[in-house]
């Protein structure tokens, strides 16, 4: 395995109780942009928490930056992580809640302070910076979060699920970050179970289903699978009906129907799509939309194809 | 690189961010309400004092500093102290980790042990911001009837004193019940009102096992002959001296908080998805 890994397993295994969470897993993970893709249940969430040292190892090893993780606090001076769960210190304002985490790792309250400042001002919420965090929309609480992890400028940031709930400008102005992030010589560790995120950060790809990796590499040739099987996507809008309307002449769209206050969408095209909503975002001609999120029912169908070929 | 913060340093920034949350939670406002209620039974025994004379208890009549004595007794340590304790002390980390906000404490670069330092000095300020203001108020509307504020000033210092070590105490004792349980808070009340109540009344040396036995060598008013129970506790009345009391609550709150510490830093937090 080559020392330029940011992280190294060997024969990682995780298991609570009777289920498995992760299987026998060996792998190094080179420095860049790299996604951790898996349906619900695969693993992800298990991988993100051994990464991060939140869990120790049920049986083998893992080295994040060359040092190993468990029971180690000075490795989260190079390490950023955001979590998956939408929780928080609700009654902080979000410049509050940033400046605080940002001092535990050391820095003075004054640097505290402008790091948080940076970090808020780098995912767009200045304007918001002094609200609770109580009031924030979605996608404001996805943002906050990552500033958070990327306010003691980290060597390697984590990023579970991040993408999670954000509008289509917000989520392009995000994977943009994370692509400048990826560029600037940082390493980015991403976690989605859509396939199209992932590919718009990177082409480097760990597959994982079941507690397993399925593939590591390059994410054409997972591309050229998924792309077989419809993608499933829900938008919640200010005009959820005329945004369908406006997708019904779309030849890529399969399907469509309302649910839940938003419209699920099936497309065979999830690139052209994306595209297409991120202009009627943009425009702004149909008001906002306020979340896209997908179910992995398409890519838990890819994962039962590469289980079984 | 920084360099890493120091476990007390780390801790100070944890309770800088915890005090809040704590104060403001639904908990402490239950609980304010609990503290509350000695407030309410010093303000009716007042108005009864006003209107009727002294309050009269068993064809006695009762001055204000016995009657605060006895307010103290029944109310604040047997009662309040450990409430607060078990109810704070085993929550320290069990909340975050319910609210799933622990992954933001664990992924800094500050040991756990830190982490739950720092929360249990936002416990301890916690419960002292509810528990001072509302023995103070006791004795101002309880001691004016028939006693003199002045004169019995210093053994409310030694009222005050004594119900902050004993918050102490219990409240590392239940950290670390908390941090080593799933279910701490059914043990931790057994512990507070089963155990520490009985042994009390045992003859021996097994009462030695319990903070209450050392708590109220600290409380400087006569124990009030209220029940058959305290009857009996009269009957085997055993209280160390002052310093070994004071010592022994010293060391419960030491190696209560540095077995928490311990437990955290070792135990995995499996968040529930």
């Known amino acids: 395995m080559s020392s330029a890994n940011i992280v190294a397993a060997e024969h990682l295994s995780k298991w609570y109780g009777q289920v498995i969470g992760l299987n026998d897993v060996t792998l190094g993970v080179p420095a860049g942009i790299t996604g951790l893709l898996g349906p619900n249940g695969a693993g992800k969430s298990t991988f993100m928490k051994l990464i991060t040292g939140q869990l120790k190892p049920s049986k083998g090893g893992i080295t994040v930056l060359g040092e190993p993780i468990w029971e180690n606090p000075s490795a989260y001076f190079r390490i950023g992580f955001c979590p998956e769960q939408d929780k928080f210190y609700e009654r902080m304002t979000g410049r509050e809640w940033v400046t605080a985490l940002v001092g535990l790792n050391g820095v003075s309250e004054a640097a505290a302070a402008e790091m948080a400042a940076r970090a808020i001002e780098t995912v767009d919420l200045s304007d918001v910076a002094d609200k609770k965090i109580a009031a924030y929309s979605k996608g404001m609480r996805q943002r906050i979060k990552l500033a958070q992890a990327l306010a003691h400028d980290p060597e390697l940031l984590i990023l579970d699920e991040p993408l999670s709930g954000m509008d289509p400008l917000v989520r392009r102005k995000t994977i943009r970050l994370i692509k400048e992030w990826g560029r600037s010589g940082k390493s980015v560790i991403v976690s989605s179970h859509i396939l199209h995120e992932i590919e718009s950060m990177t082409s480097n790809i760990l597959l994982i289903n079941q507690g397993r990796i399925l593939a590591e590499g390059n994410v054409h040739q997972i591309r050229d699978l998924i792309d077989e099987h419809p993608h499933t996507v829900f938008i919640r809008a200010d005009h959820t009906r005329e945004l369908a309307r406006e997708f019904l002449t779309d030849a890529e769209v399969l399907s469509l129907k309302f649910e839940d206050g938003g419209v699920v969408v099936q497309t065979g095209r999830p690139d052209v799509f994306y595209a297409r909503l991120t202009e009627l975002a943009a425009s702004g001609e149909l008001g906002a939309i306020h979340e896209v999120t997908s179910p992995d029912d398409n890519l838990q169908a890819v994962f039962q194809y590469l289980v079984k070929s | ?273």
Not at chain 2, 111 to 118: D, H, N, T
Not at chain 2, 222 to 243: G, R, T
Request: charged share 10%; proline share 6%.
């Open chain 2, 1 to 273: 690189m920084t360099n890493r913060p120091g476990v007390l340093a780390s801790a100070v920034r944890v309770f800088d961010l915890s005090l809040g949350q704590m104060l403001w939670s639904r908990r402490s406002v239950f609980l304010a309400i609990l503290v509350g209620a000695p407030m309410a039974m010093a303000i009716a025994v007042r108005m009864v004092a006003v209107t009727r004379g002294l309050p009269v208890i068993n064809g006695a009549g009762l001055s204000g500093p016995t009657l605060f004595g006895i307010l103290i007794w029944m109310l604040f340590v047997r009662f309040v102290v450990p409430v607060l304790g078990v109810f704070y002390g085993t929550s320290l980390i069990a909340d975050e980790v319910d609210d799933k906000t622990i992954t933001y404490l664990f992924t800094r670069p500050v040991p756990r042990s830190a982490v739950l330092l720092g929360k249990y000095l936002s416990y301890l300020a916690c419960v002292v911001l509810l528990v001072i203001p509302s023995v103070v108020v006791v004795y101002f509307l309880i001691i004016p009837i028939g006693g003199s504020v002045g004169q019995s000033f210093p053994s409310l210092l030694e009222d005050l004193g004594m119900l902050i070590v004993g918050l102490a105490a219990y409240g590392a004792l239940f950290a670390f019940v908390g941090a080593s349980l799933k279910r701490p808070l059914i043990v931790g009340l057994v512990f507070a009102f089963g155990w520490e109540q009985t042994v009390l009344l045992i003859p021996g040396y097994l009462k030695r096992l319990s903070v209450a036995y050392y708590l109220q060598a600290l409380v400087p008013h006569a124990m009030p002959q209220d029940s058959s129970i305290s009857a009996l506790l009269q009957v085997f009345q055993e209280f160390p001296p002052v310093w070994v009391s004071l010592v022994s609550l010293t060391g419960i709150t030491v190696l209560g908080l540095w077995l928490a510490g311990k437990t955290v830093e070792k135990r995995e937090y499996v968040l529930e998805q």
